[in-house]
């Protein structure tokens, strides 16, 4: 895990096999979730175990905003007992792809997959938001093609693509996220605010 910032606010960059899996598995199955929906076909099994969009995406958040792996006793509410069995199997198989691929991905890439200047160039860019976001967190996946889904209230999974990606590709998704946040901080203030101004007009 990466680190950077102040005590005021701080931006940080994981590779976490929980929230890894969740993509994995719904590449071997097929299933296409937005932003996740440029694989390929797959096996179909989880769906065939009745897993549809909607429950992978609730599994996903719930893995982004709790940082939990399968192993989690989140697991058995995520839908019937042979998914659960199915997802368990899945779960076998994925560990030991997991392991290579976090020391691949940890090896190869840097900081959000940027380069040193990279990095400096994103923090440089972020340097506005610090007096209005709390702070940044960036958990980045194994996924053909850069993607990126953002999950409140600070949270941005990355897909990193294969192959060699460019600094600024990864610094769109990420200014990107940082403007969401932003906007949605700024709804709920002004939410906040219409309701205190209606309470007193009454």
């Known amino acids: 895990m990466f680190t950077r910032g102040t005590p005021q606010w701080s931006l940080s960059a994981d590779v976490n096999i929980g929230i890894n899996f969740c993509v994995w598995a719904l590449m071997i199955d097929g299933l296409q979730v937005a932003p996740f929906d440029v694989h390929p076909p797959g096996d179909g099994s989880l769906q065939k175990a009745g897993l549809h969009a909607q429950m992978w995406q609730s599994w996903f958040t719930e893995a982004v905003i709790g940082q939990r792996t399968p192993a989690n006793p989140s697991l058995a509410m995520i839908g019937t007992p042979m998914l659960q069995q199915r997802l368990q199997a899945l779960w076998s198989q994925y560990l030991p792809i997991a392991d290579a691929w976090h020391r ?32 940044l967190r960036v958990y980045a996946v194994d996924y053909p093609q850069v993607v990126s889904a953002v999950v409140p209230p600070v949270s941005l ?45 009454s």
Request: charged share 20%; no cysteine; net charge positive.
């Open 104 to 135: 691949s991905v940890t090896r190869q890439h840097r900081d959000f997959g940027l380069s040193q200047e990279g990095n400096r160039n994103l923090w440089d860019a972020l340097v506005p938001f610090h007096s209005r976001l709390s702070s």
């Open 157 to 201: 999974v990355l897909g990193l693509g294969h192959g060699n990606q460019p600094d600024e590709l990864y610094m769109e998704h990420i200014l990107r996220a940082a403007g969401l946040w932003l906007l949605r901080v700024e709804m709920s203030r002004g939410l906040h605010w219409t309701v205190k101004k209606l309470k007193g007009i």
